[in-house]
């Protein structure tokens, strides 16, 4: 277990790959680079406690120069040398990639933001630095609830239930955990989906290379019940969806999962398609839920075309956020305050 903040812990930084580098070629074509950071942990500690809503916070040094003073000289506090305490920027947000079970390191994955403060600090990390973390973030009274698929009665149970996760670019690092999380459960009692079908919309093909061997171990544990659906915005694809996330394609994943049009051939690969496979007839009434990763502006889009569908998010979205009401209270879901 990590710490909460304000108090972070140092981890050392184990190893750094490049995923995915950046391209030259000027927006809206090129892509960013994209690092993964592994992150030590004590040898027998994992987070296996940890939802798949749990975060981390980073902490970042302000300016280069290690950030700016304050106060006077002190014997410790930040990581630049003397001159006084350090202040930080705003603790900065990730999802852990790394399997939550694997004890010793976790892994952080990241997109590199021309000009981002945060990210472009990451980038410059090398093996032997150390990096300041906390977490899970969220209270447990805070964490955005699972609402699961309903009870029984209403037909439902005999009804496909389909999870849709929808990742815009690097949201991929965000989807993973739940997509990961909703397999393990398994379909029927076990309060799982019966099929996951993953959206990862990119810009370039490249881009897919983030989370793809993590995907990929998912896949072989899925027992058929995981598809992958890939679409690019910025480069033809063989064998992909062309364009950004629209209804007609949405509508195409859910049919094919509906429809348990899932099997691979070589038994439980990952299955890419753009088009409507299996029995249609079979797919005219899933339950559906929804995740939606990626942008605030992204996901707004995203469940803009979803509710045009007759997927409305306080209705259809697999986690709610949660309010907590200031000085306590009893929590409520976002829905149920509305």
């Not at 391209?23 to 592994?38: E, I, Q």
């Not at 939550?100 to 090398?126: H, I, M, Q, W």
């Not at 996760?165 to 991929?172: N, T």
């Not at 839920?289 to 979803?306: E, F, P, T």
Request: charged share 20%; hydrophobic share 40%.
């Amino acid at each position: 277990m990590l710490t909460a903040p304000p108090f972070f812990r140092p981890l050392p930084v184990l190893s750094v790959a490049t995923l995915v580098q950046a391209s030259g070629s000027p927006a809206p074509h090129g892509v960013a680079t994209v690092k993964r950071l592994t992150l030590g942990l004590p040898p027998s500690q994992s987070l296996a406690s940890w939802v798949p809503s749990d975060h981390l916070k980073v902490l970042v040094p302000r300016g280069s120069g290690g950030g700016r003073r304050h106060g006077h000289r002190s014997g410790g506090g930040g990581s630049g040398g003397g001159g006084g305490r350090v202040l930080p920027v705003k603790p900065r947000s990730y999802s852990p990639t790394s399997p939550r079970e694997r004890a010793g390191s976790l892994d952080l994955t990241f997109k590199v933001y021309a000009g981002g403060v945060a990210s472009t600090y990451l980038d410059r990390l090398c093996v032997g630095d150390t990096l300041r973390v906390a977490g899970p973030v969220t209270p447990a009274i805070a964490r955005p609830r699972r609402r699961g698929w309903g009870g029984a009665g209403g037909g439902q149970e005999k009804r496909r239930r389909v999870l849709g996760i929808v990742a815009l670019g690097i949201g991929i690092t965000g989807a993973l955990p739940i997509l990961v999380d909703e397999l393990a459960r398994g379909p029927g009692s076990g309060g799982g989906p019966d099929a996951v079908a993953l959206v990862h919309a990119v810009r370039a093909a490249v881009e897919a290379r983030v989370c793809a061997d993590e995907l990929a171990a998912a896949a072989r544990g899925s027992a058929n019940r995981l598809s992958v659906h890939r679409i690019a915005s910025g480069e033809a694809v063989d064998g992909w969806a062309r364009g950004r996330v629209n209804a007609p394609f949405l509508s195409s994943v859910v049919v094919a999962a509906a429809a348990g049009g899932l099997s691979a051939a070589d038994g439980g690969a990952i299955c890419e398609r753009d088009g409507v496979s299996g029995d249609a007839a079979a797919a005219s009434s899933p339950l559906v839920r929804w995740v939606v990763v990626g942008s605030k502006a992204q996901m707004r889009s995203v469940w803009d075309v979803l509710g045009g569908m007759g997927y409305p998010r306080w209705s259809t979205a697999l986690y709610l956020k949660t309010i907590v009401p200031r000085g306590g209270g009893k929590a409520v879901s976002a829905a149920a305050a509305k």
